[in-house]
């Protein structure tokens, strides 16, 4: 039977859909109609709140030891030192031998810690020298080292800090592999990416934990608890992104080689390349996949300037991206997001506007009881009630600080005192090895972690399809309908 004008109409004027594969379908908008998921004989038992058996020490393997790597893999070796959780770190990996020995040497004089190495050999000045590797040329080099390591028999659970494409690659190689794993922002860039790490988490049932370090952080953990003690009272919208003027940075050959993996993305990927910092802390405030979700997205970009400006009159002649005025992404990505419960989310990409940095998560919650938005991250502006246009004094400030800090944040405050992400990083590890110590569920399950990373992709599709609003895929099994209270709140 032939489809009629009207029926092609209405495909044409409804929702974007977006198949396991990352194929694009246009449908007509049906309300809690979700894109098609991998069948159900395909999967295993949902991991929502998934109890792993307990691990009295939890065996370690690190790869990744740029730029976030060494900081990460010694927060670990403090907890296990100074605090409760038990790990041992068995083994780190990175294709420079430079940074592996000298992560070794720093485990093996300051902890006691004799991690097994691995590397592809390259030297740190060959490896900084040679602009000819790419991501997609290192698959041999690399597979060298890392999949050596992931096969040990004596880690329990690995962590990821390489560049964003490997992410997902190797986070589905270590679940098939029987280990838990905990991996840097984003753990996926595409659709596919998603459902691969859904469907290894299922089957292995292990935990894949995205490591969305704002989550973590002291203010953020404030404001949640003010919404866990019904501060905010009916929560109607929240508006978030990260807003951090990078463009010098994005040329800096401290996060390369790949030369220069970050600009790359911004040559080559419309849409918001790197969401999850300020939905991160967003998607507790809205108990997201608790009995609520993500539905639909909508972006738009600006034109892009910022780049090509500092290409032009900045580089170098001889650096490979000198003069180039072809960047895909924008100046500035913005997303529109409906929940399932109606609600609103607003989330901005903004690293290359000469703006100043307005928080770098810059995160404003409101509800009819109370209004909370970060000014910087030393300070923020909270409005109660219907008390006029201004925000609530010091003092009623400190006296909210001081009552509804988060609990979290009274236990291991003064031991994440002075490291990265104002605390978050050392939290957020913490979390992750006392969660595999006492087999409780961990913070961030893959559900999670895939629904917060879909949002680049799903906003490069919308930017691309004439601004089309996109459906998010539902990657719970519908486990996402039961009201459950976040880990973090239920697990202290």
């Given at each position: 039977m032939k489809s009629t004008r009207r029926e092609y109409l209405i495909g044409a004027a409804g929702a974007i859909t977006v198949t396991p594969t990352g194929e694009v379908l246009a449908s007509s908008k049906r309300e809690g109609e979700g894109p098609p998921g991998i069948p159900p004989g395909k999967r295993g038992d949902p991991v929502m709140e998934l109890h792993a058996d307990p691990i009295n020490s939890v065996?370690?393997?690190?790869?990744?030891?740029?730029?976030?790597?060494?900081?990460?893999?010694?927060?670990?070796?403090?907890?296990?030192?100074?605090?409760?959780?038990?790990?041992?770190?068995?083994?780190?990996?990175?294709?420079?031998?430079?940074?592996?020995?000298?992560?070794?040497?720093?485990?093996?004089?300051?902890?006691?810690?004799?991690?097994?190495?691995?590397?592809?050999?390259?030297?740190?000045?060959?490896?900084?020298?040679?602009?000819?590797?790419?991501?997609?040329?290192?698959?041999?080099?690399?597979?060298?080292?890392?999949?050596?390591?992931?096969?040990?028999?004596?880690?329990?659970?690995?962590?990821?800090?390489?560049?964003?494409?490997?992410?997902?690659?190797?986070?589905?190689?270590?679940?098939?592999?029987?280990?838990?794993?905990?991996?840097?922002?984003?753990?996926?860039?595409?659709?596919?990416?998603?459902?691969?790490?859904?469907?290894?988490?299922?089957?292995?049932?292990?935990?894949?934990?995205?490591?969305?370090?704002?989550?973590?952080?002291?203010?953020?953990?404030?404001?949640?608890?003010?919404?866990?003690?019904?501060?905010?009272?009916?929560?109607?919208?929240?508006?978030?992104?990260?807003?951090?003027?990078?463009?010098?940075?994005?040329?800096?050959?401290?996060?390369?080689?790949?030369?220069?993996?970050?600009?790359?993305?911004?040559?080559?990927?419309?849409?918001?390349?790197?969401?999850?910092?300020?939905?991160?802390?967003?998607?507790?405030?809205?108990?997201?996949?608790?009995g609520d979700r993500m539905e639909y997205l909508v972006a738009q970009e600006s034109p892009e300037a910022g780049l090509s400006e500092y290409a032009q009159n900045e580089l170098d002649p001889k650096d490979e991206f000198y003069g180039r005025t072809d960047w895909?992404?924008?100046?500035?990505?913005?997303?529109?997001?409906?929940?399932?419960?109606?609600?609103?989310?607003?989330?901005?990409?903004?690293?290359?506007?000469?703006?100043?940095?307005?928080?770098?998560?810059?995160?404003?919650?409101?509800?009819?009881?109370?209004?909370?938005e970060s000014v910087t991250r030393h300070g923020s502006d909270l409005f109660l009630g219907n008390k006029g246009h201004g925000a609530v004094d010091d003092e009623t400030y400190d006296e909210y600080w001081e009552e509804y800090r988060h609990p979290v944040w009274e236990n291991l405050g003064e031991e994440a005192e002075g490291s990265g992400h104002g605390g978050g990083d050392y939290i957020e590890l913490y979390r992750f090895i006392d969660a595999l110590n006492k087999g409780r569920p961990v913070d961030y399950n893959v559900y999670d972690s895939v629904s917060l990373a879909a949002v680049r992709p799903l906003s490069r599709i919308s930017i691309e399809n004439g601004n089309r609003p996109v459906k998010f895929p539902e990657f719970t099994q519908g486990e996402w309908e039961k009201d459950r209270e976040l880990p973090i709140n239920k697990y202290h």
């Open positions: 065996g370690v393997g690190v790869i990744g030891l740029g730029n976030r790597g060494p900081g990460m893999t010694s927060i670990l070796a403090d907890i296990n030192e100074n605090s409760t959780p038990n790990c041992e770190i068995n083994a780190v990996c990175d294709i420079v031998e430079d940074r592996v020995q000298d992560t070794a040497s720093m485990l093996q004089e300051d902890f006691d810690m004799d991690p097994a190495t691995y590397s592809a050999g390259v030297a740190e000045d060959e490896w900084e020298g040679n602009k000819a590797f790419r991501e997609d040329d290192l698959d041999e080099m690399v597979d060298s080292g890392w999949k050596e390591l992931v096969q040990r028999d004596d880690l329990d659970l690995i962590f990821v800090f390489t560049h964003h494409r490997a992410h997902a690659q190797m986070c589905k190689y270590i679940l098939d592999h029987g280990k838990h794993v905990g991996c840097e922002v984003p753990i996926a860039t595409t659709i596919e990416e998603c459902w691969d790490l859904v469907q290894a988490a299922e089957s292995n049932q292990k935990h894949c934990m995205q490591l969305e370090n704002y989550s973590y952080g002291e203010e953020e953990m404030w404001v949640m608890n003010m919404v866990q003690n019904e501060v905010f009272g009916n929560i109607t919208y929240a508006r978030t992104g990260y807003i951090h003027n990078l463009v010098g940075t994005y040329f800096m050959l401290e996060y390369g080689p790949p030369i220069n993996w970050r600009s790359r993305m911004h040559m080559e990927v419309k849409g918001d390349t790197y969401p999850t910092h300020g939905l991160g802390p967003t998607s507790w405030y809205l108990e997201l996949l608790r895909a992404n924008g100046d500035t990505t913005r997303s529109l997001i409906k929940t399932n419960k109606g609600k609103h989310i607003e989330t901005q990409l903004d690293v290359k506007t000469k703006r100043h940095t307005a928080g770098l998560s810059h995160n404003t919650l409101a509800g009819d009881g109370a209004y909370h």
